[in-house]
C-alpha cells in the first residue's frame, strides 16, 4: 500500500510539472519577433514590458501597422487589443510615433507557444480570431507563424 501511494504521488508531481511548463508568462513575450521572406513580405511583432504590443505585416512595397496591448486569455493563447493602426507606403516601418487611425473592435488572438531549436528562441503564433473594425480578417497572417527572436 506504501508503493502505491508514492507512486501516485510522484505521478501527481510528475503531472504538475508537465502542466507548469505548458503556461506562457508576459516575459515569454518581450522583445522582437519576425518572420521575413524574400520580396519584403513577412511579419514583426513587439511586445514590451508595458504590455503594448506592435504588429507590422509587410506586404512587399506597403506596410500595415497596428498598435495595441497583449494579455494572455489562456495558458497559450495571446490576445492583443488593437486600438490604432496604419497602412503606410515603403519597405520599412519609419516614424512610429505618427499617421495612426484610432480603430474599435479590433483584436487579434493567437495560440502560441514558445520554442527553442539550435540555441535559437522562436515564437509560434496560430491565429484563432483577427477582427480589425468588428470584421473577419482572417487572411492577414498565415495559418501557422514561426517567428525569430531578434
Not at 35 to 54: D, I, P, T
Not at 97 to 105: E, K, L, M, V
Request: hydrophobic letters at 40%.
Amino acid at each position: 500500500m506504501k508503493r502505491f501511494f508514492q507512486a501516485s504521488f510522484v505521478i501527481l508531481l510528475l503531472s504538475i510539472c508537465v502542466q507548469g511548463n505548458g503556461a506562457l508568462r508576459f516575459s515569454d513575450f518581450h522583445g522582437r519577433w519576425d518572420l521575413v521572406y524574400r520580396g519584403n513580405y513577412g511579419y514583426e511583432f513587439r511586445f514590451y514590458k508595458s504590455y503594448r504590443a506592435l504588429c507590422i505585416v509587410y506586404l512587399q512595397t506597403n506596410l500595415l501597422v497596428f498598435k495595441g496591448v497583449y494579455t494572455l486569455d489562456e495558458k497559450n493563447r495571446l490576445r492583443i487589443n488593437i486600438s490604432e493602426m496604419k497602412n503606410q507606403n515603403g519597405t520599412r516601418p519609419g516614424n512610429l510615433a505618427a499617421g495612426f487611425t484610432r480603430i474599435a473592435s479590433s483584436y487579434f488572438i493567437f495560440k502560441a507557444a514558445r520554442l527553442k531549436e539550435s540555441g535559437r528562441h522562436y515564437l509560434e503564433l496560430r491565429p484563432v480570431s483577427i477582427i480589425i473594425n468588428g470584421n473577419n480578417s482572417d487572411g492577414y497572417y498565415e495559418p501557422v507563424m514561426k517567428l525569430r527572436k531578434q
